[in-house]
């Protein structure tokens, strides 16, 4: 009788150990929302851990595209503005950060080049700015003339409103218009 209760009380502790086996499985973890978000507050929480998270999320291509697409609609909001004014060496690393992709990346650097010219194209302040950019800096001015060629081409009534403007602040940008012309003749 004393074996019989031990062999059962043996193989119900070896059972007890086996039953409580852990076994993590991170798509069930990840599954429930309470689990993410005390997982994510766990990894925000910890800088390290937040960084070696950004650091994996870098090494992914599609992580990357996600980031950088976030990265974009932040800019587009004014939530970087906002949070880059609050802190001066946040975005000091913001502009190394973006000049080091954008020497990687040519397309990158071309479609944020776009974007910023058809943001600076919206306002009259920002024309005026670039306008004055493009006068002071003859790289930019050989690679801006075929675009703003183009872009006039195309919208006739906008090169149109922007001859009267200039005329009637600068009439003698007027006269040395007509004689470039008559120069190109």
Same mark, same amino acid.
């Given at each position: 009788?004393?074996?019989?209760?031990?062999? $059962?009380?043996?193989?119900?502790?070896?059972?007890?150990?086996?039953?409580?086996?852990?076994?993590?499985?991170?798509?069930?973890?990840?599954?429930?929302?309470?689990?993410?978000?005390?997982?994510?507050?766990?990894?925000?929480?910890?800088?390290?851990?937040?960084?070696?998270?950004? *650091? $994996?999320?870098?090494?992914?291509?599609?992580?990357?595209?996600?980031?950088?697409?976030?990265?974009?609609?932040?800019? =587009?909001?004014?939530?970087?503005?906002?949070? !880059? =004014?609050?802190?001066?060496?946040? &975005?000091?690393?913001?502009?190394?950060?973006?000049?080091?992709?954008? =020497?990687?990346?040519?397309?990158?650097?071309?479609? !944020?080049?776009?974007?910023? $010219?058809?943001?600076?194209? =919206?306002?009259? &302040?920002?024309?005026?700015? $670039?306008? *004055?950019?493009?006068?002071?800096?003859?790289?930019?001015?050989?690679?801006?003339?075929?675009?703003?060629?183009?872009?006039?081409? *195309?919208?006739?009534? !906008?090169?149109?409103?922007?001859?009267? &403007?200039?005329?009637?602040?600068?009439?003698?940008?007027?006269? &040395?218009?007509?004689?470039?012309?008559?120069?190109?003749?």
């Amino acid at each position: 009788m004393k074996t019989i209760v031990k062999t $059962l009380m043996i193989i119900g502790a070896v059972g007890t150990l086996f039953s409580c086996k852990s076994a993590f499985n991170a798509t069930e973890t990840m599954g429930a929302q309470a689990n993410r978000n005390a997982v994510y507050q766990e990894i925000i929480a910890n800088p390290s851990q937040l960084s070696e998270f950004i *650091d $994996l999320a870098q090494q992914d291509a599609g992580a990357r595209k996600i980031i950088m697409q976030n990265h974009m609609q932040m800019m =587009e909001t004014g939530n970087m503005k906002m949070m !880059m =004014e609050k802190n001066p060496e946040m &975005k000091e690393k913001m502009q190394s950060h973006m000049q080091m992709m954008m =020497e990687k990346n040519p397309e990158m650097m071309q479609k !944020m080049q776009s974007k910023m $010219l058809d943001k600076m194209m =919206e306002s009259e &302040k920002g024309r005026k700015m $670039l306008m *004055d950019e493009i006068h002071n800096n003859e790289m930019m001015k050989k690679e801006m003339k075929p675009k703003m060629m183009e872009m006039m081409n *195309d919208n006739p009534e !906008m090169m149109e409103e922007m001859m009267q &403007k200039m005329i009637e602040k600068n009439p003698e940008m007027m006269k &040395k218009m007509k004689g470039k012309m008559k120069n190109e003749e």
